[in-house]
Structures are given as C-alpha cells and as structure tokens.
C-alpha cells in the first residue's frame, strides 16, 4: 500500500492556483524530498495532506484513509516549518500537551517525553521554559513532539532550518533511523544537498505542478551536485524542455 | 479515561499554566491586595456603618477584575495560536476541532474561576475579619453566580475571537458586558420609550445580548439582605449554561470554516 496518493489535487486561494493537478505516491517505508521554490505550492500540499483543508479538485489519501479524520492524523507526524511553540512552557510540558492530544496515557507520554528529550539531545534543556530556547533548540523540541505517539508517516515542513552542522548530522541519522524502522518520511525543503543525502525519491515542485519526480540514486553520484544540477533546469525554464527529455528515460516524469 | 477526556485536559492545562505563567494574574492580585487590604483595616471617617460602602468597592472591584481575567483569557485562547502558528502542530494531531474549542473553552473557564475564588476568599476573609460574619449563604450564591457570569463572559471573548480581531473583541465584549450589567434590567422601558428604529435595536439588545445582570448579588451581600431561592439560582445558571452553549456553537462554526 502507498503511504501517500495525491491524485491530480488542485487547490486555489481564490484566483492564485497554489497546486494544479498534483499527482503523487509515497511509497510506505521510504524518504520523499518535495522541493520548489518559494511558493511553489509545498506547503499547500502539506497542509492538504494533514486535512486542514480539502482539495478543491482530485483525491488525496493518506495511510489509506481521510486526513481530515483524526483516526487518519493518530498515525501522522508533523513538524512545522516555523518551530514556535509556547513560550510558557518547557519541553516536558510541551511534550505532555502533544500526548495528552494523541489521546495517550501519563505513563506512556512521560516514557516517550524522557526517551525522545534524550534522543534530540534536550535533556539539559528540559526544565527551561522554550521561550529561552534558540531556533535550532526549537526545532529538535518539533522533532520530539512529531515523533512523540510512534507515527507511520512523518511530515517534515523545511526540518534543517536553522539547525547548526552537528545538529543537521544527528537530524540526518534520526530520519535514516526512521526509515530503517519501517517508517514513511516526506519533508519539503530547499537544502539540495541534504535531500541528495538522504532521499530515496525527490519530487520537485513548480507553480502548484510536478515537474519531476524520480529515485535520487539515479541521478547522484558522480559527485557534481546532479540534483541542483536537475533542479535548476526544471524551474530555469530555458533548458526546462530537454532537461525533461533526457530524464525521462530513467525516471518518472509529470507535468 | 477517554481519549476525548485527555485531550481535553490537556487543552485546559495549558490556559491554566499560559495565565500563571505569563505573570498578568499576579499583577492582577497584587493590585487587588493593594485594595482590598486597606479596604479591610479602614473605618471610614470614623462611621462603623460606612463599612458597607467599602464592602461595596471591593466588590466592584472583584467584578471589574474577574471581567478583565475573563475576558483577557478568552480572548486570547486563539489568536496568539494563528500568530506563532502552533495551531498547525496541534490541528495536525488526531484532535477534532471541536475538541480543541471545548478544551481551550474550559482551561480559561478553569483559570478565571480560580482567580474569582482567590478574590472571593479575600473579600470572604476581609469582611469577616471586620464585621464578625463569616461567608453567609448571600455570599455563597453571589460567588456561584459570579461563576455563572464568567460561563457568558468566556464563551463571549472566545466566540468573538474567532470572528473579530483581538481589540475589536476585547471592545465589543466590554462595551457589552459592561452596558447590559449597568443598563440589561431597563432596556424593556428604555425601548419603550424610543421611536421605531432605536425601539427595535433595543429589543433586539434585551433578547440577544448576554444578560450579566442576572448574576449580580453585589447589593444583597453588601446590605445583607436575605439570599435569593437556590431555584432561581438554578434558572440563571441554566441561562449561563444555554447562552455558553450557543456563544461556542458559533465559535465552533467560525473555526471549522477557518482556513489555515
């Protein structure tokens, strides 16, 4: 079964067309990169995702079922892109907040909180309230309560923001960790070379429509940055029909 | 314990932790100290009987404070959520949105209420202490239906928060409040004695507008006059309960049709 299907979704925001005609499958267990420009439509396509609106056009299933359901959301992780959580409370009530929404237990959320506090390396941090947190602690706290009730799919909006380079490497063995245990994990970025690192798939995204979508493995390796090579040529626009052309062979294209 | 119970607590908790925290109560209740403790010890100009008009400032001023309480919480449930955008992290769990109206509804209920029963003791405590009369049945039912009256208040400010902005909220939920405490009782002769147009306008205020005087025993517990039946007590507090119900409903329509 696909994690994810998105079938010719459209959304628009009154004349502005945010996602046109998107289709796409996530496959279960794998790392998915969705990548575009600014204002591509990669945050609409989470959103709809995560059922806070429907598309208007199209069908969209996740985990085999309706996001807008919260039985559908209990086995979906998300994390924000903007990492700004109470400024009132510390990680462990934070934590406890995001648990207690899962519907989980004290003991079960206090479990989880202890284990995942440790894992994203806040233990020192956890009595200090998140209003004296950086960016980068910010987000290792968004990490602990995406992951907090065991998902099956993880949603990662721009996840290495503001993370500092020891951070961005511990992040990185934490989503291969994810994926080794059998988890789904789709995050829209704009960091190319943390995409090519550890996606197994990447979808780029162009004015709401796929442009390209195919395994990263078939385009890296010679070690000349194909992705961005890729990726500029998709949204470039001059070289855009060729770039097509040549890809097409090897990896699944839509437009 | 259900899955909805949890949510729902957890929801409430944080209102109640985000109001202590964010340290505006305690500016509240030392101001309300710095009041009423002189208010406690003063024999006004020397009349033991001109202690009742103290009485009557006091709780003035526990009812301006739980209105400032009330409706601060409120109002703030939700927008500062769409600002900093938590609300993405917490509509992403497998939490319905009414779920989350009614959570965050009685977390600011829960707050405000214990911010009222502090006042009340301290008023309960500085009455007492100087007139020999310990909490009397009067001051009981003007606490529970002070309770009442924040029931109306907070489901007030929530509703308006999510149709309004935050200062047109906090002015039109004031303007109400303050308006139907002074003036609910005569706005039937008040519209009568109108032309057509500003008639109808009351009417429409005296059927629709959250009728707070309901709740106001400040005259029977500052004249110590006999309390009230408990079924009349009941009826109001039926009222607040109604008039709650459907300023949520509303709100939950705005926030189920709130795009994100």
């Known amino acids: ?255 | 314990m259900s899955v909805r119970v949890r949510q729902i607590q957890a929801l409430a908790r944080l209102a109640v932790l985000e109001l202590y925290r964010r340290k505006d109560l305690i500016v509240v209740f030392v101001l309300s100290a710095v009041v009423l403790l002189p208010l406690a010890l003063l024999t006004p100009f020397g009349v033991a009987g001109a202690g009742r008009y103290m009485n009557e400032m006091a709780l003035l001023l526990v009812w301006l404070f739980s209105l400032v309480i009330g409706l601060g919480v409120s109002a703030r449930l939700f927008p500062p959520e769409f600002e900093s955008r938590t609300i993405y992290p917490m509509l992403a769990k497998p939490v319905a949105r009414g779920t989350i109206l009614v959570g965050k509804y009685l977390g600011a209920l829960a707050a405000s209420v214990s911010a009222l029963t502090v006042f009340y003791l301290a008023y309960g405590f500085m009455v007492g202490a100087r007139q020999g009369v310990w909490f009397p049945a009067v001051f009981v039912q003007a606490f529970i239906l002070h309770i009442g009256f924040l029931v109306v208040v907070t489901a007030l400010g929530l509703a308006g928060s999510l149709l309004l902005t935050p200062s047109a909220n906090l002015t039109m939920c004031g303007l109400s409040v303050i308006g139907m405490l002074f003036f609910g009782q005569r706005l039937p002769s008040l519209a009568a004695a109108q032309p057509l147009p500003g008639r109808m306008v009351l009417t429409l205020i005296h059927w629709f507008g959250p009728h707070v005087e309901f709740f106001d025993l400040r005259q029977r517990v500052v004249h110590e006059w006999p309390a009230i039946g408990w079924g009349v007590c009941g009826v109001v507090l039926v009222y607040a309960a109604g008039y709650a119900a459907v300023c949520l409903a509303v709100a939950s329509l705005a926030f189920r049709n709130k795009r994100f």
């Open chain 1, 1 to 255: 079964m696909d994690a994810v299907r998105l079938d010719e979704v459209s959304k628009a925001f009154g004349p502005m067309h945010a996602v046109n005609g998107l289709s796409l499958t996530i496959r279960q267990g794998e790392i998915l990169g969705f990548l575009g420009t600014n204002g591509a439509g990669k945050t609409t396509t989470i959103k709809m995702m995560l059922g806070f609106f429907r598309p208007d056009a199209g069908s969209l299933s996740v985990l085999g079922g309706d996001p807008c359901e919260p039985a559908t959301r209990k086995k979906i992780g998300y994390m924000p892109e903007t990492a700004y959580y109470y400024p009132y409370l510390n990680v462990r009530e934070l934590l406890s907040l995001y648990g207690g929404l899962c519907g989980m237990s004290k003991p079960e959320i206090r479990e989880a909180s202890e284990r995942l506090i440790e894992r994203v390396g806040l233990a020192d941090a956890g009595s200090r309230l998140l209003r004296h947190y950086s960016k980068g602690m910010l987000q290792r706290a968004g990490i602990a309560q995406a992951l907090l009730h065991d998902p099956d799919l993880l949603i990662l909006d721009e996840p290495f923001t503001g993370l500092d380079p020891l951070a961005r490497i511990q992040f990185r063995d934490l989503i291969l960790e994810l994926r080794q245990r059998g988890k789904t994990v789709f995050f829209s970025s704009h960091e190319l070379s943390e995409a090519e690192l550890i996606c197994d798939r990447v979808a780029i995204l162009k004015q709401g429509s796929l442009v390209w979508c195919g395994a990263v493995s078939d385009v890296a390796g010679d070690g000349q940055q194909n992705l961005e090579r890729i990726f500029l040529k998709m949204l470039g626009g001059a070289d855009e029909k060729s770039a097509r052309q040549s890809l097409a062979s090897d990896s699944e294209v839509k437009s």
